[in-house]
């Protein structure tokens, strides 16, 4: 289902229904004119019997008209009724186009209020360079910043999603762009089209998202990994694999090189997720191997920005929306944990730059900058202003409790690594949860559009 066509099509419908009123309404001419019509129709009926009567007795002689006039009277008298009759029905008429165009007018602000009219400037490419990219999850906190650096690019993008976490307001100041479809797609199903490049996103990534259907987890990491290197292998296109630190589990080397092969427990509450993105992994390498498809790995560390889920359950989103509204910061286990968060336009740029290059082993996505939990949900509620506490909570089973990529390989072959400050990083995303907070109905739009090409420019 393409949506922006069906708002398109709404718009034009009720774009049709406004021009034929307003044509009836001209037809009609306005109130003041129709009274205007009438009267100058009548004196032509007057004219007309005096022409007449002129005619008759001659141009320049009163007396015969009015005898006229008095001898035809009860027959003007009627004509005057008839036509005050036909009058009051058109007025009546009148009325009732001016009420329903009010209503169409209004139809078509709240339409418009849902579709933006300008879109960010995108820059234009020729076919030569303009490629098809399909990304899938596209609707999602990290995909819909994918598709907003590839459309300002000038590239034409469609995005594949079931919608599970991902939503249509994420992408929906590109809906009705020539470059931009939107396919409602479940990537358990093979999916046929023609693309030059696929970005595979598709998957739940927060714990309580993964858990919530664990098996639903494993088919689309696994089934849904297989119709993308599937498809990738049918056209010929270069396919990127998201894939995750946690393939690394809970480490027992830090800091986490791609060469590690991690500690995961295969049937704990996140192998889910953690096994089925290692499947992924394998399946990526294993058509490779056999099919020649051209594969990249990205393992994604911690990321956060605005757009990221509300019920993300993940440590950003969790202490910036408990610090927005004054409550207590909750923390699993003692906070000594630790973690490294990096700003999503950082990852954009490193998945970007990864497809781009000829690298094709797994490479660590991640800011270096490690903390521990604690300390984060410190600068938060600094960062927000609040007078949240700070509590703990009893530990969550298979919590990692150190998390910090090496990414030497990344800086070697992709000339890549963050580059926004958590500070920095932070102000938009606490503006975001702060606006998404103050929503009360869904007229109210907290949409994040891009802002700048300046990541765009190198
Ligand atoms: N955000 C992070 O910190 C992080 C860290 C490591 C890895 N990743 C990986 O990056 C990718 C994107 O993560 P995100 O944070 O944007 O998550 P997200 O939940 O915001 O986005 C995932 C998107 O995939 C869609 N999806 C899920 N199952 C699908 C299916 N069967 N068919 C079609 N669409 C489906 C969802 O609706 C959603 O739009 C995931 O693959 C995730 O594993 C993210």
Partial sequence: MVFSKRKMKQLFAFGVAIVLVICLYKSWGSPASAKLSLAIASDNDNELEGGFDRGRFGARHPEPRVAEQSRDGGVVADRREELDKEQDTRMNELHEAK?????????????????????PDVT??????????????????????????LMMQGHEVIVADNFFT??????????????????????????????????????????????????????TNTLGTINMLGLAKRVGAKVLIASTSEVYGDPDVHPQPETYWG????????????????VAETLSYAYAKQENVNVRVARIFNTYGPRMHMNDGRVVSNFIIQALQNQSITMYGSGKQTRSFQYVSDLVDGMVALMASNYTQPVNLGNPVERTIQEFAEIIRDQVGGRSKIIE???????????????????????????????EGLIKTIEYFRKELARSNHSQRNIFVPETTENLEK
């Fill in 99 to 119: 009420k329903q165009i009010l209503q169409l007018e209004r139809k078509i602000q709240e339409l418009e209020g849902r579709i933006p009219r300008k879109y």
């Fill in 124 to 149: 234009f490419l020729n076919y030569k360079n303009r490629k098809r990219i399909l990304i899938t999850g596209g609707a999602g906190f990290v995909g819909s910043h994918l598709v907003d650096y």
């Fill in 166 to 219: 991902g939503r249509k307001r994420n992408v929906e100041h590109w809906l009705g762009h020539e470059n931009f479809e939107l396919i409602h797609h479940d990537i358990v199903n093979p999916l046929f089209i023609e693309v030059d490049e696929i970005y595979h996103l598709a998957s739940p990534a927060s714990p309580p998202h993964y858990m919530y259907n664990p098996v639903k987890t494993i088919k």
């Fill in 263 to 278: 500690h995961v427990n295969p049937i704990g509450p996140r192998a889910c997720y953690d096994e089925g993105k290692r």
């Fill in 393 to 423: 909570l009893p530990a969550v089973e298979d919590d990692p409790q150190r998390r910090k990529p090496d990414i030497s390989r990344a800086k070697k072959y992709l000339n890549w690594e963050p580059r926004v400050p958590l500070k």
